[in-house]
């Protein structure tokens, strides 16, 4: 579904991200862990199109992101909220995970996905 091969990236003259190659497959979940400065913001930032990679290539379902701009990356399931930063604190728990049915494919499975992700979360749904 999403692969990383050989992925370079950093800013302005210094490299952050030296050949990381990822291989993640539908329905698998991935943790990217590692201390301060290891890079770990910079692939997520790479993956979503808000910095560009200098070398390598990153493919979802099989079709190059190369020439993807960040907001057609969203509409392909992709997004980057960054933590930290509190860019939704007055939202309710709805209201926040509501902002991920932005995409119209992802509206018509709303109610659905709601009720997943209460299922896998119920004090959520207290909230």
Request: proline residues 5%.
């Amino acid at each position: 579904m999403l692969s990383l091969t050989k992925v370079c990236a950093g800013y302005g003259g210094f490299q952050a991200l030296f050949e990381v190659s990822v291989e993640v497959e539908a329905g698998e979940a991935v943790a990217v862990i590692g201390p301060n400065g290891a890079g770990k913001t910079t692939l997520l930032r790479v993956i979503s199109k808000l910095i560009g990679a200098t070398s390598g290539e990153i493919r979802m379902q099989g079709a190059s992101l190369a020439r993807v701009p960040a907001h057609e990356v969203v509409s392909r399931g992709i997004a980057h909220v960054p933590e930290n930063r509190r860019l939704f604190p007055r939202l309710t728990v709805e209201e926040n995970l509501r902002m991920g049915a932005f995409p119209r494919a992802a509206r018509k499975r709303y109610a659905e996905r709601l009720e997943f992700v209460y299922g896998l979360f119920p004090r959520l749904e207290e909230r």
